[in-house]
Every structure is written in structure tokens, then in C-alpha cells.
């Protein structure tokens, strides 16, 4: 049965797809906003901040240490898969995800942007040097026994809700090459997207003739800033997802269902045996 939505993306022949938290929480990674685009919980941490400050570093480490278990295994759901299988499809220019955890390429999709960088890696801010989450987990567990078995909520994109603990006692590993600050290799709020990144997502813009937002409420400008651009050079913009967008005003199609329940069309449907 054709929808509004199916239509739309039928008629499009290269759409440029921008993701947000809406599509992982299926996995069960918790979304930062609610219906109405407002924090449900205190806003991430702030790049100067933890830069500038080791209790901050202190903080964000101690709770990654519990966040980050559950995230690293979080595994796709059919939001993912049907947007791999557009792709399969030739439909897809690029898809621009502003989530972290990239389970858009697990689940198979290949021309994907990882707006914001990705959970899976830690950055030195001195050298430069990637190195891989998992191994940085081992470190930060034998540099602090036992905190492993605080019990913790968890939160949005590795992040675990630990209160009334003092993180003084915390100990964060330099890096082991020049001694160098460790950050997960994202983009915190207050920090800037690389230049590079943004001038490829503009190029593949202008590549599309659709746009299509999947689970994002587009409240953060690094991804409203495309659908924005898009409106502007007259590409149509439908965007699915539930409660109000930055972009609602923009918006040629407004979908408010189920991410995974909206584009099960796209997966093959199987027959009872």
C-alpha cells in the first residue's frame, strides 16, 4: 500500500539522507530530546570545558566507563536496515548521520558521514593519534578497580547517569605516545565540525534532489544548517520523526511515526511458511 512518505522517496532519484538519535533508540541508545525538541536531561559536555578542565575529564570518563559496555554492543535495528536496503537500491547520494555509534554501517550502509565523529575511537589532542575505544575501556578499568561496579542508568551515546560520586578519586590515562589529553574522536558541543567534512556533505548536497530526515528534530545547527541549504536551493525535504523539527517550517512532507514502523516498506516482507 503506497504512503505519502513511499511516494515521496519513489520520486526521488538521489536523496540525501540526514539521521539522528530517533533511528538508534530501537537499539536501545536513549535520544537527548523530547517531543517538543527539549532536553529530557542535562545537555552533553562541553569541548572548552573539557579541555580546560581535568575534573570535567574526570566526569565524562568515569561515566564512559559504564556507558560505554552496553553502546559498544548495541547492535542495528530494522531503521537501519531499511535505510541500507535504499541504498542497495541506488536511491541514496550519501547519508549524513549525526549519531556516533555507527550502526548505519553495520547494518550495511557504505556512502555514509559520519557528521560528528564516532564513539568507537579516541583522539589525542596532542598527537593526533587515533586508538581504538575498546582498548581504551581496558586501560581505564585497570587504572580504576571497582568503579566498574557502580550501577549507572544509561544514557545517550555512551554516556551512563552516575550521581552523589566523587570523581576526584578518577584516574583518566594520558596518551601513551606524548603524554597528550584523550577525547572520544566526536565532536562535543562548542567544538566545530572539520572543514573538510562539511565542504564533502555540501558537495553531495548538491548531488541530491531530495532530502530526506529520518529521526532527528535538526534542534542542533551542524545538521539543520544542510536541510536549511537544501530548502533554499528548492530540493524538497520530508522528514520522519515524532514531535516538532527545527525545520518545520521548511518541510515539503512531515512524517510523525515510527522510524522503523514508517519505512518497513523498504525491507522485503516474508510469508509464513
Partial sequence: MSTPLADFIDRARRLFVLTGAGCSTDSGIPDYRDADGQWKRTPPVNYQDFMGEAATRQRYWARSLLGWPRFGQAQPNATHAALAALEARGKVEVLLTQNVDCLHQRAGSAAVID?????????????????????????????NPGWDRLDAAQAPDGDADLEGVDFSTFNVPACPTCGGILKPDVVF??????????????????????????????????????????????????????????????????????????????LPTTTPA
Fill in 115 to 143: 557528521l560528528h565523529g564516532r564513539l568507537d575511537q579516541v583522539r589525542c589532542m596532542g598527537c593526533e593519534t587515533r586508538s581504538n575505544r575498546e582498548a581504551f575501556q581496558q586501560a581505564l578499568l585497570a587504572a
Fill in 189 to 266: 558541543f562548542g567544538e566545530n565540525v572539520p572543514r573538510a567534512r562539511v565542504d564533502a556533505v555540501h558537495a553531495h548536497l548538491q548531488q541530491a534532489d531530495a532530502v530526506l530526515v529520518v529521526g532527528s528534530s535538526l534542534m542542533v545547527y551542524s545538521g539543520y544548517r544542510f536541510v536549511q541549504a537544501a530548502a533554499k536551493a528548492g530540493l524538497p525535504v520530508a522528514a520522519l520523526n515524532i514531535g516538532r523539527t527545527r525545520a518545520d517550517d521548511l518541510l515539503t512532507l512531515k512524517v510523525e511515526q515510527s522510524c522503523a514502523e514508517a519505512l518497513s516498506f523498504l
